[in-house]
């Protein structure tokens, strides 16, 4: 036998061709492949949406014959709702995906989870408040006032099941503005916090990976960005800025990475001294092989667990804004209605109390979800 | 390095952090949209104007027609010296605006704050030490709940059940009021009550997961072997060594919470504070007041946690001088 190791046409059992692993993984995986074709399709709907068509008009509108009667689906997404698809395409990818791929894991995460009886119930609460806060409102429309049908209470004190939840004082129903603020908050929540994690990885891996100066500039500014009471420099941003849906989602979204960016960092840096990642570096793997195979996935628990604790504040934040008078007065938001209920505290109660159970039940579902998740699936906090 | 070196490294950072900070306030302010002159504008063009012209007209009254360098400095010079210019609304200097306001402010968040911490500090150790039991149970279900509560909402709640309903107490705030006498108390009571639960459940939080490190640590063990009561072991072995990171947490975490609560109550109860001065001048486009107003607290918060910084190094010897660990 010769020992001929050095030469390049060498195939010796350990030797590995990183690239071609790397070019077979680009190529060959269908699911990257779906994954950009959803991506690229959604663009280019908003491309035509936003290009071609006029914004007053629907993109859709269409009649769907039920038997007994015909349903108008009449779709007119905005910026916002663009943004929304990309969330959820995200979750789908992100969440979905790996979970399914993953059975043996799902199933052992489910474990530990259903444990938490509060996090099962808040799990499902939050779910009926995205489907419904997503379709409701294209099917029992916009609230509309009916002036003949000021501050009527709600059906279980009296009222009509034509506004099941009462009316306020321009006769428009509770229950459809509570629909409305639905969408309002999870979109807030949802988006946001998309925003948040992609930042927070971006630059917390750059700071991690690059280390010297990088890191020090990237992580001063982070602490520049955590001494901001946040509140504040998005008060201050909405009021340059105007508070309409997206602006505020944006604003949300680049002020409230700093404490994710701290933890993606501090994870990157442990991991990288983990045997299983110097190991694949001893046997010749790419950083973006390393990167993907072995650090998105040990990361990404920690940082789910994060943002879930997150979006609490991300709602509340924009439903404060609104109740102050600096939301989009064009969507009706749960912060919105509580604030006019306050001059009807006297005659209908209900207007700014309904709403805000809503709210403080959305907030204590995702605090419950995100401290089972925490039990359940973060490396960092296993339960005794 | 030594602790001098650290605590005047500390206080460098703390004035080159404000100064970025004014730095990017000033640099937003320039590139984007003054919404005073937008105002402007609009209403010339309503009144049949020109809104170029009153677009041009807002910017020359505030100096915003010369070079953005001679502004930068101007901008800076005026900070640094407490000369914050004139409200628009108050037609008075901003200082005055803030000097008359300030006192209902530490009116309405000292009291609430510090009988939140005494009180959070006080369950959280008692959940630490009595982990898993029904009282540990009902106070961490309380945090939990206190924590998701929207504080605008409770503070409303609170005010249709005990003014509008039950007549208990008065709907508005009043001036005319004498500021220290009872009547004043029934005032304040129920914003006090808000400020309170919002601060007091982050305090129990933090203060139950930080002395349960010391519910089982070794000298804890030591001491109950050798016979020392309950309390003192409580007191001397579990809630001292813990007493400096919550401090910390204290100066750093609270600040925030407890202004934007302020902010949100002053509106509600109308107590004429900080935040209802810097809630009327966002509405009424008041930009000078409007600075002034949101860089308070955001200066409280750096001084803050530079006091933070520096009393941690002081008090805690085991604290190294590293900048950062992983």
């Known amino acids: 036998m010769s020992l001929e190791t050095d030469t390049p046409e060498s195939t010796g059992i350990d030797d590995i061709d990183w690239e071609e692993i790397d070019a077979n993984a680009v190529r060959l995986d ?6 950009y074709v959803s991506l690229v399709l959604l663009c280019l709907l908003w491309a035509y949406d936003y290009i071609y068509r006029d914004p007053r008009l629907s993109l859709l509108d269409v009649d769907i014959p039920l038997g007994f009667t015909t349903f108008n689906l009449e779709l007119n997404p905005g910026n916002v709702d663009y943004l929304m698809g990309l969330t959820l395409l995200a979750m789908f990818w992100w969440v979905a995906v790996p979970l399914a791929r993953s059975p043996e894991m799902t199933k052992q995460y489910w474990r530990e989870f259903r444990r938490n009886k509060a996090a099962v119930a808040s799990l499902v609460f939050l779910a009926v408040i995205l489907v419904v806060g997503l379709i409701g409102p294209l099917i029992i429309g916009r609230p509309s006032s009916d002036f003949g049908a000021m501050h009527e209470a709600p059906v279980f004190l009296g009222g009509t099941w034509e506004y099941p939840l009462g009316t306020n004082s321009r006769g428009e129903g509770i229950f459809k ?32 990976f690059s280390g010297g100066w990088v890191d020090e500039v990237l992580m001063r500014f982070v602490d520049l960005l955590m001494t901001f009471p946040t509140f504040f420099l998005i008060l201050f941003l909405v009021y340059i800025y105007g508070g309409d849906l997206f602006m505020l989602i944006v604003i949300l979204g680049i002020t409230g990475w700093g404490g994710v960016c701290r933890l993606v960092r501090s994870e990157a840096l442990q991991r990288t001294e983990e045997e299983y990642i110097e190991a694949a570096e001893a046997a010749g793997a790419t950083m973006r092989y390393i990167v993907r195979r072995h650090l998105i996935p040990n990361v990404s628990n920690t940082v789910i667990t994060a943002a879930t604790l997150a979006i609490p504040f991300l709602i509340l934040t924009e439903a404060v804004l609104a109740f102050l008078g600096f939301g989009d007065p064009d969507v009706w938001s749960w912060g919105r209605i ?3 209920g306050r001059d009807d505290l006297g005659t209908a109660w209900w207007v700014a109390t309904i709403p805000g159970i809503f709210l403080f039940a959305t907030v204590l579902a995702f605090n419950f979800l995100g401290d089972a998740l925490r039990d359940a699936i973060d490396p960092r906090h296993q339960i005794r | 390095m030594n602790m001098k070196w650290y605590i005047s490294r500390r206080v460098l950072w703390a004035v080159f952090a404000t100064f970025i900070i004014l730095t990017f306030t000033f640099g937003l302010l320039l590139i984007s949209p003054n919404p005073e002159a937008s105002a402007a504008a609009f209403s010339a063009a309503t009144e049949g104007g020109d809104p170029e012209e009153a677009r041009e007209r807002v910017a020359e009254i505030r100096g915003e027609d010369r070079p953005w360098h ?11 010296t407490l000369d914050w210019g004139n409200s628009f609304t108050y037609h008075e200097p901003v200082v005055d605006t803030i000097l008359r306001a300030y006192p209902y402010s530490v009116a309405l968040v000292v009291p609430p704050t510090i009988a939140a911490i005494i009180a959070g500090f006080a369950i959280g150790v008692y959940s630490s030490t009595h982990q898993y039991s029904l009282g540990d149970f009902l106070g961490t279900s309380f945090a939990f709940f206190g924590l998701s509560l929207p504080n605008f909402w409770f503070a409303i709640m609170l005010m249709m059940v005990f003014s509008v309903y039950l007549g208990w107490l008065p709907v508005r705030y009043d001036t005319s009021v004498e500021f220290w006498s009872l009547e004043h108390i029934r005032y304040l009571i129920l914003p006090w009550f808000v400020i309170w639960t919002g601060a007091i459940a982050s305090e129990m939080r933090y203060a139950r997961a930080e002395t349960l490190e010391y519910v089982n640590a070794a000298w804890t063990k030591t001491a109950r072997a ?18 400096i990171p919550l401090i ?34 966002l509405v009424r486009q008041d930009t000078p007041l409007v600075l002034v107003t949101i860089m308070i607290p955001v200066f409280i918060a750096i001084i803050g946690n ?7 190094t002081m008090l805690d010897p085991r604290i190294s001088y590293e900048e950062r660990d992983a």
């Open chain 2, 226 to 243: 050798k016979g020392l009561d309950e309390t003192t072991l409580t007191y001397r072995h579990i809630f001292r060594p813990a007493l």
């Open chain 2, 248 to 281: 910390t947490i204290v100066i750093g975490d609270l600040v925030g919470i407890i202004f934007a609560t302020a902010l949100v109550v002053e509106v509600i109860f109308t107590v004429p504070g900080l935040g209802l001065i810097s809630y009327q001048a």
């Open chain 2, 306 to 312: 530079l006091l933070q910084d520096v009393a941690y």
């Open chain 1, 30 to 35: 269908p699911e990257i492949f779906y994954k």
């Open chain 1, 338 to 340: 509580i604030a006019e």
């Open chain 1, 177 to 208: 503005i509570v629909i409305a603020g639905m969408r309002v908050s999870m979109q807030v929540g949802l988006i946001a916090t998309l925003i948040v994690i992609v930042l927070a990885s971006i630059v917390g891996t750059t700071a991690a």
């Open chain 2, 70 to 80: 001679e502004q930068y400095v101007d901008f800076m010079v005026s900070m640094f």
